[in-house]
C-alpha cells in the first residue's frame, strides 16, 4: 500500500527534483567533457549539436528529443498516461536549459583530444569517472525522490507496459537504438568513426553509471528529511507496523547455503519459546502481490549473475512507485511483512534481508551462519539425494544468488561482517553449539 501524500510534500519533492535535475545535466557535461564519447541517451542530440550550421544547441536538441519521446509515450499509454506526467514537458524543457548552462560550465574542463597520451588519457578517464559518479548520485536522488522522472526513461518504461514485456530488456533495446542512431548521424555528417563522440566512454557509462547508482541508493536514505515535513515522518514512524519497538528480542539469521542455517534458527525460536518465520514470508508475499507462492520462492533472494548485470544496465532511473521490476516489489512486500512480525513479538526471522530490513531496531540479534563448502556439500548431498558435485553447484548457485540479492538491495557484500552482530560456524561448532552461543547472545539485546 502506497502511503498517501501531502501537498506538502508533494512541493518539496517537486522543488528537490528541479535541483536533482541540476546535478544528473552536470554529471553528463562533465562526462562529455572528458572527451571519450557520450552516455546513449545523449549521444543523437550530442553528436548532432557539433554539425557545423546545424544552428542548434545540445540542450535544444535535448528539449526537441524529449518532446519526441512523450509524444511516443501519450501514443502508446494513450488513456493509461499518467496526468503528472504532461510535466515531462516541463521537466524536458528545463533539462535542455541545465544541458546549455553545464556544458558552458564545463566548457574550460574539456581535455583536448591530442593533448600527450600519457597525461591524456588518465585525465580523461579521471573526469569520465567523476562526471559518472555525479551522474549516478543524481540518478539516485532522482529515484529516492519518487516523483518525476525524465523522459528517457519514460519511453522505454511506456514499450515495455504497452508490449508487456520486460522493462530490462526493453531498456538495453532502447539504449542502444540511441547509440546506433548516433553512429548514423556520425556516419553522414561526419563521413566516419569519431571516438570523441561516441567511444569507449559510451560503454563505461552504461555500466558504471548503473553500477553507482547501486553504491550510493542504500546510502541517501537522509534525504527523506528533505522530502518529508517533519510532522508527517513522525506520523509515518508511527504507523508503519506498530511504531516504536518494542522491547523483547529478535534474531535474524542469515545464512550460507548448506550450513544448517534454518535447523538453527528454528532451533532458537524453540528454546525462546517464539515463532519461527521462513516460509511463512514466503506465502504472506503470495498472498499479498496475487503470486503464486512457488513464484515468491523461485524469484525471491535469487538473482543470478546475468539478471544482477541486466538490473545495473537498466531500471537504475525510474522512480520506485513507477518501477516495474517484480524483483523490486517482492523485496517491497517481505521488508513490509518482516517489519510487522517482528513489531508482533519476540521471534526468529530467517534470511529475507532482515539484518539490513531491522536494522533500526535495537532490540536485534543478527546472526550470520555460515561452515566450510566440505561441510556444506555432505549436507546437501544427503538432504536431496544428489552426488557431491551437483551439490556443490547448487550450494555456489544458491549462494551467488544470495550474495547479489543482498548487494542489490543494500549496496553491501552479503558475508561482510560488518552487518552482523555474531557469526557462527556449524562446521565447527555444531548445530547445538550454534544455538548456544546465540542464545548467550540474545541476552545482550533483551
Same mark, same amino acid.
Not at 108 to 127: C, I, K, S, T
Not at 138 to 154: K, N
Not at 181 to 192: L, P, Q
Given at each position: 500500500?502506497?502511503?498517501?501524500?501531502?501537498?506538502?510534500?508533494?512541493?518539496?519533492?517537486?522543488?528537490?527534483?528541479?535541483?536533482?535535475?541540476?546535478?544528473?545535466?552536470?554529471?553528463?557535461?562533465?562526462?562529455?567533457?572528458?572527451?571519450?564519447?557520450?552516455?546513449?541517451?545523449?549521444?543523437?542530440?550530442?553528436?548532432?549539436?557539433?554539425?557545423?550550421?546545424?544552428?542548434?544547441?545540445?540542450?535544444?536538441?535535448?528539449?526537441?528529443?524529449?518532446?519526441?519521446?512523450?509524444?511516443?509515450?501519450?501514443?502508446?499509454?494513450?488513456?493509461?498516461?499518467?496526468?503528472?506526467?504532461?510535466?515531462?514537458?516541463?521537466?524536458?524543457?528545463?533539462?535542455?536549459?541545465?544541458?546549455?548552462?553545464?556544458?558552458?560550465?564545463?566548457?574550460?574542463?574539456?581535455?583536448?583530444?591530442?593533448?600527450?597520451?600519457?597525461?591524456? !588519457? &588518465?585525465?580523461?578517464?579521471?573526469?569520465?569517472?567523476? @562526471?559518472? /559518479?555525479?551522474? #549516478?548520485? $543524481?540518478? *539516485?536522488?532522482?529515484? +529516492?525522490?519518487?516523483?518525476?522522472?525524465?523522459?528517457?526513461?519514460?519511453?522505454?518504461?511506456?514499450?515495455?507496459?504497452?508490449?508487456?514485456?520486460?522493462?530490462?530488456?526493453?531498456?538495453?533495446?532502447?539504449?542502444?537504438?540511441?547509440?546506433?542512431?548516433?553512429?548514423?548521424?556520425?556516419?553522414?555528417?561526419?563521413?566516419?568513426?569519431?571516438?570523441?563522440?561516441?567511444?569507449?566512454?559510451?560503454?563505461?557509462?552504461?555500466?558504471?553509471?548503473?553500477?553507482?547508482?547501486?553504491?550510493?541508493?542504500?546510502?541517501?536514505?537522509?534525504?527523506?528529511?528533505?522530502?518529508?515535513?517533519?510532522?508527517?515522518?513522525?506520523?509515518?514512524?508511527?504507523?508503519?507496523?506498530?511504531?516504536?519497538?518494542?522491547? !523483547? &528480542?529478535?534474531?535474524?539469521?542469515?545464512?550460507?547455503? @548448506?550450513? /544448517?542455517?534454518? #535447523?538453527? $534458527?528454528? *532451533?532458537?525460536?524453540? +528454546?525462546?519459546?517464539?515463532?519461527?518465520?521462513?516460509?511463512?514470508?514466503?506465502?504472506?508475499?503470495?498472498?499479498?502481490?496475487?503470486?503464486?507462492?512457488?513464484?515468491?520462492?523461485?524469484?525471491?533472494?535469487?538473482?543470478?549473475?546475468?539478471?544482477?548485470?541486466?538490473?545495473?544496465?537498466?531500471?537504475?532511473?525510474?522512480?520506485?512507485?513507477?518501477?516495474?521490476?517484480?524483483?523490486?516489489?517482492?523485496?517491497?512486500?517481505?521488508?513490509?511483512?518482516?517489519?510487522?512480525?517482528?513489531?508482533?513479538?519476540?521471534?526468529?526471522?530467517?534470511?529475507?534481508?532482515?539484518?539490513?530490513?531491522?536494522?533500526?531496531?535495537?532490540?536485534?540479534?543478527?546472526?550470520?551462519?555460515?561452515?566450510?563448502?566440505?561441510?556444506?556439500?555432505?549436507?546437501?548431498?544427503?538432504?536431496?539425494?544428489?552426488?557431491?558435485?551437483?551439490?556443490?553447484?547448487?550450494?555456489?548457485?544458491?549462494?551467488?544468488?544470495?550474495?547479489?540479492?543482498?548487494?542489490?538491495?543494500?549496496?553491501?557484500?552479503?558475508?561482510?561482517?560488518?552487518?552482523?552482530?555474531?557469526?557462527?560456524?556449524?562446521?565447527?561448532?555444531?548445530?547445538?553449539?550454534?544455538?548456544?552461543?546465540?542464545?548467550?547472545?540474545?541476552?545482550?539485546?533483551?
Amino acid at each position: 500500500m502506497q502511503v498517501k501524500r501531502s501537498k506538502a510534500e508533494w512541493m518539496r519533492r517537486y522543488a528537490s527534483f528541479v535541483v536533482i535535475l541540476f546535478v544528473i545535466a552536470f554529471g553528463t557535461s562533465l562526462s562529455i567533457r572528458a572527451n571519450l564519447g557520450s552516455s546513449p541517451i545523449s549521444a543523437p542530440p550530442y553528436i548532432l549539436s557539433l554539425v557545423p550550421g546545424i544552428g542548434l544547441t545540445m540542450g535544444q536538441l535535448t528539449m526537441c528529443m524529449h518532446v519526441f519521446f512523450i509524444s511516443a509515450q501519450l501514443l502508446l499509454l494513450r488513456k493509461d498516461f499518467e496526468k503528472r506526467q504532461f510535466t515531462q514537458i516541463l521537466v524536458s524543457f528545463l533539462f535542455g536549459f541545465y544541458t546549455d548552462l553545464t556544458m558552458w560550465m564545463t566548457g574550460f574542463l574539456q581535455v583536448p583530444f591530442d593533448m600527450n597520451p600519457l597525461v591524456g !588519457y &588518465p585525465l580523461r578517464f579521471a573526469e569520465l569517472l567523476l @562526471g559518472g /559518479g555525479i551522474l #549516478a548520485f $543524481g540518478i *539516485a536522488c532522482e529515484v +529516492r525522490c519518487d516523483s518525476l522522472m525524465l523522459a528517457g526513461e519514460g519511453l522505454p518504461l511506456a514499450i515495455s507496459r504497452f508490449l508487456k514485456r520486460d522493462f530490462g530488456k526493453v531498456k538495453i533495446c532502447s539504449d542502444i537504438s540511441l547509440v546506433l542512431i548516433g553512429i548514423v548521424f556520425m556516419f553522414v555528417y561526419f563521413g566516419g568513426w569519431d571516438w570523441k563522440m561516441v567511444g569507449v566512454g559510451t560503454l563505461v557509462s552504461m555500466f558504471y553509471v548503473g553500477l553507482m547508482v547501486r553504491v550510493f541508493a542504500p546510502h541517501i536514505s537522509w534525504l527523506d528529511r528533505i522530502f518529508i515535513p517533519e510532522k508527517e515522518r513522525a506520523g509515518m514512524q508511527g504507523a508503519v507496523a506498530g511504531g516504536e519497538w518494542g522491547r !523483547y &528480542p529478535v534474531v535474524t539469521i542469515a545464512r550460507m547455503y @548448506g550450513s /544448517g542455517g534454518n #535447523a538453527v $534458527g528454528e *532451533a532458537v525460536a524453540h +528454546r525462546l519459546g517464539c515463532p519461527c518465520y521462513s516460509r511463512l514470508i514466503i506465502d504472506q508475499t503470495a498472498r499479498q502481490m496475487g503470486y503464486t507462492p512457488e513464484f515468491v520462492e523461485e524469484n525471491e533472494q535469487n538473482i543470478s549473475t546475468a539478471r544482477l548485470w541486466e538490473l545495473i544496465f537498466t531500471d537504475h532511473g525510474i522512480p520506485a512507485s513507477m518501477n516495474p521490476s517484480k524483483d523490486d516489489a517482492i523485496f517491497v512486500s517481505q521488508s513490509r511483512t518482516v517489519r510487522e512480525l517482528a513489531h508482533r513479538g519476540p521471534c526468529v526471522i530467517i534470511g529475507r534481508l532482515g539484518n539490513w530490513i531491522l536494522r533500526d531496531n535495537p532490540h536485534v540479534l543478527r546472526v550470520f551462519v555460515t561452515s566450510d563448502k566440505d561441510f556444506a556439500v555432505r549436507q546437501v548431498a544427503a538432504q536431496l539425494h544428489v552426488s557431491e558435485e551437483e551439490a556443490s553447484r547448487k550450494i555456489d548457485r544458491v549462494n551467488t544468488g544470495r550474495a547479489n540479492h543482498y548487494w542489490q538491495y543494500t549496496g553491501r557484500q552479503w558475508t561482510d561482517i560488518g552487518g552482523y552482530d555474531l557469526v557462527v560456524n556449524t562446521d565447527r561448532v555444531g548445530i547445538d553449539g550454534a544455538v548456544d552461543m546465540i542464545m548467550r547472545a540474545v541476552k545482550s539485546v533483551s
